[in-house]
């Protein structure tokens, strides 16, 4: 276990907690991997101010607006303590508290061993049970047959397809638009 980690949540196998102002180059150096940002900016890096400037502080921001209950948050290997990359679950910034977007974004060292599922199902658990979240979606593009998948497991349901935005038009797969998955407190109790 890592000391003085401030957990969030555990798994099996993974821990999740809060960032800090500290985490920037773990946010860095996630987003510099093409593999990771392929269906996201085509494989573009963050620049790191806008990591250092931008993401992290409405990630820490996100605490104080959600009690730390609800935001993104940084997933580690329980064996090991390993940096994983981190998992969402946040409403739109003034939306209402019982919407809250699933999200994930894993190192590729960790990709293929069911973690995206395992930490996602915990989340959706937490969320459902503890938190008061009655709706739960996710967006994707159509093309990231990886995320589909995850989302595909946890039950949810395809609702609707999605414009892509003007800012990831060279994306590859654009052409084909998003995805969006929905999962309601009541399709989720009766899994
Ligand atoms: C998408 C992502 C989170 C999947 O993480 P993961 O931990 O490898 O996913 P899991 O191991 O839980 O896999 C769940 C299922 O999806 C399948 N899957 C995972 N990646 C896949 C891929 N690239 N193509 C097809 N299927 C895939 C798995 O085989 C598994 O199915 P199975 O149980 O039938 O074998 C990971 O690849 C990632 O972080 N990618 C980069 C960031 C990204 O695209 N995030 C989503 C943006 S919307």
Same mark, same amino acid.
């Given at each position: 276990?890592?000391?003085?980690?401030?957990?969030?949540? %555990?798994? %099996?196998?993974?821990?999740?907690?809060?960032?800090? #102002?500290?985490? *920037?180059?773990?946010?860095?150096?996630?987003?510099?991997?093409?593999?990771?940002?392929?269906?996201?900016?085509?494989?573009?890096?963050? #620049?790191?101010?806008?990591?250092?400037?931008?993401?992290?502080?409405?990630?820490? *921001?996100?605490?104080?607006?959600?009690?730390?209950?609800?935001?993104?948050?940084? *997933?580690?290997?329980? +064996?090991?303590?390993?940096?994983?990359?981190?998992?969402?679950?946040?409403?739109?910034?003034? &939306?209402?508290?019982?919407? *809250?977007?699933?999200?994930?974004?894993?190192? /590729?060292?960790?990709? $293929?061993? &069911?973690?995206?599922?395992?930490?996602?199902?915990?989340?959706?658990?937490?969320?459902?049970?503890?938190?008061?979240?009655?709706?739960?979606?996710?967006?994707?593009?159509?093309?990231?047959?990886?995320?589909?998948?995850?989302?595909?497991?946890? $039950?949810?349901?395809?609702?609707?397809?999605?414009?892509?935005?003007? +800012?990831?038009? /060279?994306? %590859?797969?654009? %052409?084909?638009? &998003?995805?969006?998955?929905?999962?309601?407190?009541? /399709?989720?109790? /009766?899994?």
């Amino acid at each position: 276990m890592i000391r003085g980690m401030d957990t969030y949540l %555990e798994t %099996e196998r993974l821990t999740l907690r809060r960032f800090t #102002a500290d985490d *920037a180059d773990l946010l860095i150096e996630l987003d510099s991997d093409p593999a990771v940002m392929r269906y996201l900016t085509g494989g573009e890096a963050t #620049a790191p101010e806008i990591v250092r400037e931008g993401h992290l502080p409405y990630i820490i *921001a996100g605490y104080e607006r959600w009690d730390g209950e609800l935001g993104l948050f940084a *997933a580690y290997e329980r +064996d090991g303590g390993a940096f994983i990359g981190w998992f969402c679950l946040r409403p739109e910034t003034d &939306g209402p508290r019982e919407e *809250a977007e699933l999200g994930y974004r894993l190192r /590729q060292s960790s990709w $293929g061993r &069911g973690y995206a599922t395992e930490g996602s199902k915990a989340l959706l658990h937490k969320g459902f049970t503890g938190l008061g979240v009655r709706l739960v979606w996710g967006e994707t593009m159509t093309v990231n047959d990886g995320s589909r998948k995850v989302m595909e497991k946890l $039950g949810m349901t395809l609702v609707g397809t999605l414009p892509t935005p003007p +800012d990831m038009e /060279q994306v %590859e797969g654009s %052409e084909h638009g &998003g995805v969006r998955y929905e999962l309601t407190k009541e /399709q989720w109790a /009766q899994r």
